[in-house]
């Protein structure tokens, strides 16, 4: 059975750093692109980043650019997603995603609060 | 980006009645990569319909999605009290991942 457990998010200060783990079972993370999405309180679903099997083909929202990074490590089969220079519009709960072909399963996901 | 625009914002049906939900892309997506979620307050989305009209495992078949192109729907045949949620679309390829702003289905 596929599941994704993420874990990391809890309250952050402004311009502080965050990182997001995502625990993969059932599969390969490796295997697979990846993606991280995120949700405002009260909003709708917002793409962030993607990582597909080859680890050095990542993309990002223009939002996040230059701020996130999305990685991964094999051997523990885990996605994480380091957050840097976080802002108050980053408070968010992010899922993490498998994409398999049509197919997408998400995580329970974590929230992020950015708040002083 | 491609921009998804769902319609109606929020939809007020009873029980045992059906909801048609429509997402319109602002140009050609591939049909194959056309998905629609189910989400309830404090849960992950649920995959409904992918590939525009596959339902996913363990989806009821009053559940059906059709289009392409640029229009897409989702019909709800016979609601169920546990449909009433919000449901989004979603579109993604190698260069772009959207979603749509979602539908709110809600008990009439």
């Known amino acids: 059975e596929v599941q994704l457990v993420e874990s990391g998010g809890g309250l952050v200060q402004p311009g502080g750093s965050l990182r997001l783990s995502c625990a993969a079972s059932g599969f390969t993370i490796s295997s697979n692109w990846m993606h991280w999405v995120r949700q405002a309180p009260g909003k709708g679903l917002v793409w962030v980043s993607r990582?597909?099997?080859?680890?050095?083909?990542?993309s990002y929202a223009d939002s996040v650019k230059g701020r996130f990074t999305i990685s991964r490590d094999n051997a523990k089969n885990t996605l994480y997603l380091q957050m840097n220079s976080l802002r108050a519009e980053d408070t968010a709960v992010y899922y993490c995603?498998?994409?398999?072909?049509?197919?997408?399963?998400w995580g329970q996901g974590t929230l992020v609060t950015v708040s002083s | 980006d491609i921009v998804l625009t769902q319609s109606p914002g929020t939809l007020s049906l009873s029980p045992g009645e059906r909801a048609t939900l429509s997402c319109r892309a602002s140009?050609?997506?591939?049909?194959?990569?056309f998905t629609w979620y189910q989400q309830k307050p404090g849960q992950a989305p649920r995959l409904l319909i992918y590939?525009?009209?596959t339902r996913a495992t363990g989806i009821p078949d009053r559940f059906s999605g059709s289009g392409s192109g640029t229009d897409f729907t989702l019909t709800i045949n016979r609601l169920e009290p546990e449909d009433f949620a919000v449901y989004y679309c979603q579109q993604y390829d190698a260069s772009s991942i959207t979603f749509g702003q979602g539908t709110r289905l809600e008990i009439k």
């Open positions: 995603a498998r994409e398999n072909w049509q197919v997408w399963s």
């Open positions: 590939g525009s009209s």
């Open positions: 140009q050609s997506v591939s049909s194959a990569y």
């Open positions: 990582i597909k099997i080859d680890v050095s083909d990542t």
